[in-house]
């Protein structure tokens, strides 16, 4: 049986929409929740639509907020990072 990542559920951002890109818990299968508990972040495709160039996306749970989100990787090797749309709207709106 193939599993569809919860990434193509998603395959165009409505207009307006940008990275990092909230996720409904209802989207995440029990598999990938494992697969992300286990590694942290999961490959959930590959981006063409929205980059320059073929950028891969990432699903991951916050660990702040446990909100699920997917984005590409920011910054460089080795302090890379995956934002988290909640706790980003959080900080702006707290005016940090
Ligand atoms: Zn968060």
């Given amino acids: 049986m193939s599993h569809q990542p919860a990434f193509e ?49 990432y699903l991951f749970k916050c660990r702040d907020c446990g909100q699920y989100n997917c984005d590409y990787l920011h910054g460089f090797f080795p302090n890379q990072r995956l934002d988290c749309r909640a706790c980003e709207e959080k900080e702006k709106r707290e005016g940090n």
């Fill in 9 to 57: 559920a998603y395959p165009e951002m409505n207009a307006g929409e940008y990275y990092p890109l909230r996720m409904p818990h209802s989207a995440v299968s029990s598999l990938e929740r494992l697969r992300i508990r286990i590694f942290g972040a999961i490959k959930a495709g590959t981006d063409t639509l929205h980059f320059s160039g073929a950028t891969d996306i």
